[in-house]
């Protein structure tokens, strides 16, 4: 009942640009917390960016500057607007959505994102 399905991923010249959208259902969107985390080959899952229902965000350091979160709670969407790409972004990306009282989480299935001349 609960989804979040990520768009918008693809293959992208270095210095490209990109913009992934996360649409959920089943959830009231507006009181949770919402991040992008990504997976490149052989590494773990890190967070990437994270905007809270309150609209704090928080940034991994290796894309400050160069990613945008944002989220538009009429309709039930969070992006991430990805400049400046370097190969290092290549990854599946995560959408998530944490409800901080109560302890619930949900993951989109992923999208994959490559960076590569």
């Known amino acids: 009942q609960v989804q979040l399905v990520e768009s918008g991923g693809g293959l992208v010249q270095p210095g490209g640009s990109l913009r992934l959208s996360c649409a959920a259902s089943?959830?009231?969107?507006?009181?949770?917390?919402m991040g992008w985390y990504r997976q490149a080959p052989g590494k773990q899952r890190e967070l990437v960016a994270r905007?809270?229902?309150?609209?704090?965000?928080n940034y991994a350091d290796s894309v400050n500057g160069r990613f945008t979160i944002s989220r538009d709670n009429a309709k039930n969407t969070v992006d991430l607007q990805m400049n400046s790409l370097k190969p290092e972004d290549t990854a599946v990306y995560y959408c998530?959505?944490?409800?901080?009282?109560?302890?619930?989480?949900?993951w989109g299935q992923g999208t994959q994102v490559t960076v590569s001349s």
């Open positions: 089943g959830i009231t969107f507006s009181i949770y917390d």
């Open positions: 998530k959505a944490i409800r901080v009282v109560g302890n619930w989480v949900y």
């Open positions: 905007l809270t229902s309150g609209g704090r965000t």
